[in-house]
């Protein structure tokens, strides 16, 4: 429910902004990206809408491969509910998603940081999060994340089949599997050496890579090359790895330089970031926790393409959230609740801002 009410009070001030911009609710809940999975949903990666292009404007035959099928047949799992549209039915499933990941937040926080109260505040705290409202959206992020969270979770329990299907899963939904899939890899790894748990590891080492190997592969298929995913990324969306050289140049541009503050905001929630893994490491939070949110930052910072997606990237990099939930659990509940608040209208405001009032959005 708290996590509801907060995608409530998301969807309430984006229909502010939205009114303010002369912009339609509706087409910024499936802005962007949406309309890729919301065209995959319907027709099939052959039948999406040959107008659509990347973002260099050019369209060819792979270039809708560059999104992963896992939403858009959850998507399609919910057309069988009778007299929704498809975009109500991703919009639907985005926050059934959100529902699950809300759960799962929720026994993690309890475990790590000992404490009820602690994991309702990661479910705040995750729900408010800056650009947060892709949870609402016609977007990957909430099955993505509802899936990592419980991998996680498996991993932390040793419930090694619960991790290896949920990482599967995730390999399905977005290419930041990756990350997932290092980790729930190397603990299983680390399991075995240790004689823990039988022969239950290899369960999670043989599943964890499964749905990501398959779909790349696929591509791979289809485009006559076995880095086929990666070369339509490059030159449709100009998504690379280059260490992080485009990010730092961004950065340092952003703090020196008149910017909009929808890019010196990204700037010092990046730097928050990178804040929030160092009280990680510091608190000796499980590794596998401290591993996974490490490796989605590499992921993300470390990339080249669009600089004002970077928070939205960023989302699924939870575990860094843990240590603000523990510390706001140990405060007097006015504090808690003050500042819980402060972050819902902050996040909400943020992630409206950059759908209706910014060109290049997420």
Not at 34 to 44: P, R, V
């Amino acid at each position: 429910m708290v996590y509801l009410a907060i995608r409530l009070v998301g969807l309430l001030v984006l229909a502010w902004l939205s009114a303010a911009n002369d912009e339609a609710l509706v087409d910024n809940l499936q802005a962007w990206d949406g309309h890729w999975y919301l065209e995959i949903a319907a027709n099939g990666y052959a039948g999406v809408d040959p107008s659509m292009v990347d973002g260099f404007g050019n369209r060819y035959p792979e270039t809708p491969m560059a999104f992963f099928p896992g939403y858009p047949w959850l998507i399609t799992a919910f057309s069988l509910v009778p007299g929704v549209s498809v975009t109500g039915e991703a919009i639907t499933a985005s926050l059934a998603c959100g529902v699950v990941a809300a759960y799962g937040l929720a026994r993690l926080g309890r475990r790590v940081g000992g404490s009820q109260v602690a994991g309702l505040l990661l479910v705040v705290l995750f729900a408010a999060a800056p650009m947060s409202v892709v949870l609402s959206m016609a977007y990957s992020e909430a099955l993505f994340c509802a899936l990592a969270i419980w991998a996680l979770i498996g991993v932390v329990e040793r419930n090694w089949l619960l991790a290896g299907l949920c990482c599967a899963g995730a390999g399905l939904v977005r290419p930041t599997a990756a990350a997932l899939i290092g980790v729930v890899g190397l603990a299983a790894l680390v399991a075995i050496v240790r004689r823990r748990d039988t022969w239950r590891p290899w369960l999670a080492i043989v599943l964890a890579p499964a749905g990501m190997l398959a779909y790349i592969g696929w591509v791979g298929a289809q485009t006559d090359s076995l880095t086929g995913y990666f070369a339509l990324q490059q030159r449709g969306w100009s998504s690379a790895f280059d260490g992080g050289k485009a990010t730092f140049e961004f950065m340092i541009e952003a703090l020196t330089k008149d910017k909009s503050v929808l890019e010196t905001f990204t700037v010092w929630i990046v730097l928050a970031a990178l804040v929030l893994l160092v009280l990680c490491v510091r608190q000796r939070m499980p590794w596998p926790l401290v591993a996974f949110a490490a490796a989605v930052l590499v992921l993300d910072l470390g990339s080249d393409g669009l600089m004002y997606s970077k928070v939205r990237l960023m989302l699924p990099a939870f575990p860094l959230l843990i240590p603000v939930a523990i510390g706001l659990a140990r405060r007097r509940t006015t504090t808690a609740v003050t500042t819980a608040v402060l972050l819902v209208f902050f996040g909400s405001w943020f992630g409206a801002y950059s759908l209706t009032a910014w060109q290049y959005a997420i």
